[in-house]
């Protein structure tokens, strides 16, 4: 019983070592195969009007990876979170402003470590909260349970249920 509480307590301690070394970056790409929520969606759609992709870093590894979009308003589909961050880019643009839109809409996050899914969104909402234009971190999340249970659990409140998604939102 005593190896086995040693063989424990070295996981546990070799888990969170992992968390403590980990940093937020963002990335210029990345597999979007990957992405178990939307796959779909290619590199240039990620990166594009406003959008940007974050990783969790530790040692030479990306353990998680979220996507968001920049936008002024909350949208309820991929189609009409497109529009919003191309209108948001826009006004940025014709106002020579760096500070694209108000609302951060992550529409997917996934993980390729243990903890790594919990760990993004708390180092992508201290990053966000430290922004000085952006105001509310929301979810585009696909309409299952497990993605309802991942934001509860990690503090979201619900925002809407839609027809093919729902919305949480992480209190800044």
Known sequence: MEKFNKKLKEKFENFF???????????NSCDASEDPIR???DVKFRTSHGRKIYGVKYKNEIC???C??????IPKTIEEFDLMTKDAYMQSASWRN????KIAIAYTVWSKKKGGGKLIVKEAFKKIK?????NRLVTLSPLTEMARNFHLRNGAKELSVNEKTQNFEYQI
């Not at 070592?17 to 970056?25: F, S």
């Open 130 to 134: 430290k922004s000085n234009h952006l």
């Open 39 to 41: 796959p779909e969606l």
């Open 17 to 27: 070592d992992w968390i403590k070394g980990a940093k937020l970056i963002e990335l």
């Open 64 to 66: 998680a990876i979220m």
């Open 68 to 73: 968001f979009g920049f936008t002024n308003e």
């Open 98 to 101: 760096q500070n694209v839109g």
